[in-house]
């Protein structure tokens, strides 16, 4: 039995610390499961001594399986928060918040440096780590990511969220474009039908896909030919009169 201790009844009273970076950068992206059992395993680590801190235990109060619980821990591990130190018997060791905090610099600096001059509002550190786990769940190459990013901003505007970025890049990354050619070429291909209500509309494009000719226009005229007076006509200006 350790030598200093508490009473049951004051663990139960006290509480444990849970800092704002928690709320604001983990717990908008985590689901309900993950926040409980990544609180309740906050709250045995500071208390493990005094009662049954077995992964059985744990999955039973908190009515899950032992399975979900350790892929909840995985998941907290990818993000930087705990450590899996061994897998059996499970065990877990909390780590600071800051440890998750700080992006990687190194073979996402130039990324980062890219993402930072395209958006201008603040970019959260939870929003870092979307965009890199994007980069390497669809094997999405950088430059190519960079890209959507631009084309977001020019759709909607340099405050644009990352939840609509994602969407755009995952729907592009499943029609296969994941490269900046590929990106920016079917990008390009998706602007052609607004091109058409442009000024270039006026023009036609004819069959074999030699450079463009204006669109022929009709004129109205009249006809002074013997017992036609008044009866008008459509003089096409490079086609033959064609009469209504």
């Not at 200093?4 to 663990?11: A, D, E, G, K, P």
């Not at 390497?136 to 430059?143: A, K, R």
């Not at 474009?177 to 607004?194: G, H, S, Y």
């Amino acid at each position: 039995m350790p030598f200093v201790t508490r009473s049951s009844r004051h663990i139960i009273e006290s509480s444990i610390p849970i800092e704002n970076v928690f709320i604001n950068e983990y717990l908008p992206t985590a689901n309900g499961d993950a926040v409980r059992v990544y609180l309740y395993g906050l709250y045995l680590s500071s208390v493990s001594w005094r009662y049954d801190n077995s992964v059985e235990h744990f999955a039973k109060v908190l009515g899950l399986t032992e399975a979900t619980v350790e892929e909840i821990f995985i998941y907290w591990q990818d993000k930087g928060l705990v450590r899996i130190i061994s897998v059996n018997p499970l065990e877990i060791e909390y780590r600071s918040l800051k440890s998750g905090l700080t992006p990687s610099r190194g073979i996402y600096a130039d990324f980062n440096a890219k993402l930072e001059a395209t958006i201008t509002r603040p970019i959260t550190q939870s929003e870092f780590k979307q965009y890199y786990d994007f980069l390497e769940t669809y094997h999405v190459e950088q430059d190519a990511l960079i890209s959507v990013i631009k084309h977001c901003v020019e759709v909607k505007s340099s405050t644009v969220g990352y939840r609509y970025i994602l969407t755009v890049a995952k729907r592009l990354a499943f029609e296969g474009a994941r490269t900046v050619k590929t990106v920016e070429a079917m990008l390009a291909q998706e602007a052609l039908p607004k091109a058409k209500n442009s000024p270039l509309s006026q023009w036609e494009y004819p069959a074999g896909g030699r450079g463009v000719v204006p669109k022929q226009k009709k004129v109205l005229t009249h006809s002074y030919k013997k017992g036609e007076v008044g009866k008008k006509k459509f003089k096409d200006t490079n086609l033959d009169e064609v009469e209504i």
